[in-house]
């Protein structure tokens, strides 16, 4: 069983920057797939970013502002946040997926933290 705390989300002005981290215990870290997601009020959650090994993923609405990293040997996933905007603003989770899978739903969850971007 993989824990996942997420850490860093804040309130931040429009063109501000933030960074979250993930931390994971419980596995072996680096076997996992890592994904971020956001939910605003009223909207499904959706993906932000993913990494596997160090290929990464970004949704359209984020590339080039938001790069996702991880750190193996600290167990812990990134996001860097740049150039905010107030549609960023929305509980993000992290998330875990075994890489075997391959593809597929993701096992574990985060708690979330709140990300509020002012206009």
């Known amino acids: 069983q993989v824990q996942l705390v997420e850490s860093g989300g804040g309130l931040v002005q429009a063109g501000g920057s933030l960074r979250l981290s993930c931390a994971a215990s419980g596995g072996t870290f680096s076997s996992y797939d890592m994904g971020w997601f956001r939910q605003a009020p009223g909207k499904e959650r959706e993906s932000v970013a993913a990494?596997?090994?160090?290929?990464?993923y970004y949704a359209d609405s984020v590339k080039g502002r938001f790069a996702i990293s991880r750190d193996n040997a600290k167990n812990t996933v990134y996001l860097q946040m740049n150039s905010l905007k107030p549609e960023d603003t929305a509980v993000y989770y992290c998330?875990?997926?075994?890489?075997?899978?391959?593809?597929?739903?993701?096992?574990?969850w985060g708690q979330g933290t709140q990300v509020t971007v002012s206009s």
């Open positions: 990494i596997r090994w160090s290929i990464t």
């Open positions: 998330a875990a997926r075994p890489q075997i899978k391959i593809a597929g739903p993701y096992d574990y």
